[in-house]
């Protein structure tokens, strides 16, 4: 099944805020972190969702392997 294709305008609005979703992008897919109490009200230390977060990864004190908890739910348009 092929993933639906979201743009950066479209993540930035699952920002808990402004739509009820909590998404994250990292390298390019598109992870619904909305189930994560660590994401509640769409702010995760001093990162808010809807926004792409792989350049953020590098200084943050846990691996990329924390995104296999959530679920992919699109790529990201370039």
Known sequence: MELPE???Q???????QDKPQIW???????YDVGESRLWKNGKHYEHWAGQDLTDELADAP???TVFEK???IGKLKI
Do not use: C, D
């Open 62 to 64: 846990h691996s990329e």
């Open 70 to 72: 959530f679920t992919v």
């Open 24 to 30: 994250v992008a990292y390298l390019g897919l598109i």
């Open 10 to 16: 479209q993540l930035a609005l699952r920002n808990g």
């Open 6 to 8: 979201f743009t950066k």
